[in-house]
């Protein structure tokens, strides 16, 4: 429970959860909890009013994101924003989750006049009221938008939100696969697997006791997307890897992880609307969705050559001591500049996108 909240407010959720469980025969499937978890209207963890976002525990945040980190990250993103804007002579920025709206805001002041119309998709209501105090400078060139609109043109960005969308585990015990779920001891939630015909889109090997996660959220948001976008292009900005790294035997525990407090644990079922919910991208998934669905793969590559490539190198060489020290986190390998991976898609619109200029990695997706 969070400093100051009522105790009602907590336990509703779990309520909800259990009510939903026992409605499915005392089985629920994991997609499905994690969904009601995150995103149950005022209930779920990005639905409430809570700070998620910030640099410190001391703020009441759970974790920080790079556009928290340091406003260069917008400025880098930007330039790849204005080099398509101007391929496909379009004005129009989307941009997916926009959490505290820090990401827009460093984009909006980059970018200028060059963009007409920001529009921001969101589900949480909540986080809609901050983006709103955060981004009022701008007025009413910034759009929100509360569903995936039936058309679109011009650039879409997202930065950590594919590792948001509910995924399905799976578990295999040496012969067989099963799908992991939640069921109830008593009033505690547990889990409970059931056999399935799910598989992991990845041949293996794998080694016995596997729990796995699948995207087929994010992989339909994906090909939803590329079906909408009349023009333009999209870049995702997130932690994880390509097929063959993401299903690697050694791998074998999976990537489901909870943050909470500036700290992590791998267990979803306690807390439960008090911590956020994540698993890694399989980038190779998410590459085929849109490839499938009319997206061409710009590039994809690691967080650090995408920001190097677009000139963050020349913005750090203008910033003071502390800009420097905030923005190398967004760099450095043991940080965020390996592991998080930048993908990008475009459809009519002819470009050699600036963030893959070196070190493209789409060979390996």
Request: glycine share 10%.
């Amino acid at each position: 429970m969070r400093p100051n909240e009522p105790a009602s407010v907590s336990a509703a959720l779990p309520a909800l959860i259990r009510r939903a469980i026992a409605r499915d025969g005392g089985w629920l499937p994991f997609d499905r909890f994690m969904a009601m978890a995150l995103y149950a209207p005022g209930l779920g963890y990005y639905s409430r009013g809570d700070r998620q976002f910030g640099t410190l525990p001391s703020s009441g945040s759970d974790f920080v994101t790079a556009p928290e980190l340091s406003p260069l990250f917008g400025h880098a993103l930007a330039r790849q924003v204005a080099q398509v804007l101007d391929a496909c002579g379009c004005d129009e920025v989307w941009e997916f989750g926009a959490g505290s709206g820090a990401l827009a805001r460093s984009l909006l002041e980059a970018l200028g006049e060059r963009v007409r119309r920001y529009h921001i998709v969101d589900l949480s209501g909540t986080l809609r009221q901050r983006q709103q105090q955060v981004l009022q400078a701008h007025g009413a060139r910034v759009h929100w938008w509360d569903a995936l609109p039936d058309t679109m043109q011009g650039v879409v960005v997202g930065n950590e939100v594919l590792d948001a969308m509910p995924v399905q585990l799976l578990r295999f015990d040496g012969e067989r696969w099963f799908e992991r779920g939640v069921s109830l001891d008593g009033e505690r939630f547990a889990w409970a697997d059931q056999e399935t015909t799910l598989r992991p889109p990845h041949e293996g090997p794998f080694v016995p006791g596997t729990v796995t996660e699948i995207h087929p959220q994010a992989e339909a948001f994906v090909a939803t997307l590329a079906e909408r976008l009349s023009r333009g292009a999209a870049f995702f900005i997130d932690y994880g890897f390509p097929a063959a790294e993401y299903y690697h035997p050694q791998r074998h525990g999976g990537t489901l992880m909870c943050h909470r407090g500036h700290r992590a644990d791998p267990d979803p079922l306690s807390n439960v609307g008090d911590k956020d919910i994540t698993a890694h991208v399989d980038f190779t998934g998410i590459a085929l969705a849109g490839q499938e669905a009319g997206f061409e793969v710009l590039g994809y590559t690691t967080q650090a050559r995408f920001l190097m490539n677009c000139g963050l190198l020349a913005d750090l060489a203008q910033a003071d001591a502390r800009g420097i020290a905030s923005a190398q986190k967004l760099l450095n390998e043991h940080e965020m500049g390996e592991l998080f991976k930048v993908i990008g898609f475009g459809k009519d619109c002819p470009v050699e996108a600036l963030g893959f200029t070196e070190g493209d990695r789409t060979h390996k997706l």
